[in-house]
């Protein structure tokens, strides 16, 4: 059950295991209940009623907290128990999905409810800080989720003066 007393998990796909990652983003994902989730499993996975996690590694040679994230998982799934599913995104699916929840730091955990944004949190956090800001976001509303921001580049009028 989650905090609102739903159960969680309500019919959601398990993603099929593959080779997609390595070292302990695989171990998270062969030895935790963490489904992989790419773009064909995505729909599947944050359709089901309750509350899901996405974590979005990205390339740990590029992003090494994602592995101290990785290793911190674990910990939040007993620390919450039954509260959320977890899904690690693969690659493949990351780009796409994190324009569509508008982060611009990686790691990032995205959570939703019944498919719908709660929150993300972004980087590393200390224990206390996830202790605390999990039930906040497992609490909130659905909203929208944030945009990316776009740079526009436009030319220089001519013949204006300041």
Request: hydrophobic letters at 45%; glycine letters at 12%; a negative charge.
């Amino acid at each position: 059950m989650n905090m609102s007393g739903q159960t969680v998990g309500g019919g959601a796909a398990t993603a099929p295991r593959s080779a997609s990652f390595s070292g302990p983003l695989s171990r998270l994902v062969s030895v935790r209940d963490v489904a992989e989730v790419g773009l064909a499993e995505y729909e599947d996975f944050v359709g089901g009623s309750g509350n899901s996690l996405l974590f979005f590694a990205g390339d740990p040679e590029r992003y090494p907290e994602s592995l101290d994230v990785a290793a911190v998982l674990p910990e939040l799934m007993k620390a919450f128990p039954n509260q959320f599913r977890v899904g690690l995104v693969r690659a493949e699916a990351a780009v796409a999905l994190q324009v569509k929840f508008g982060f611009g730091v990686w790691p990032a955990l995205v959570f939703l409810r019944d498919g719908a944004y709660l929150g993300v949190l972004t980087g590393m956090r200390d224990w206390d800080d996830y202790l605390r800001e999990i039930p906040a976001l497992l609490a909130a509303p659905p909203s929208r989720p944030p945009t990316l921001g776009v740079a526009v580049h436009g030319e220089a009028s001519v013949g204006c003066s300041s």
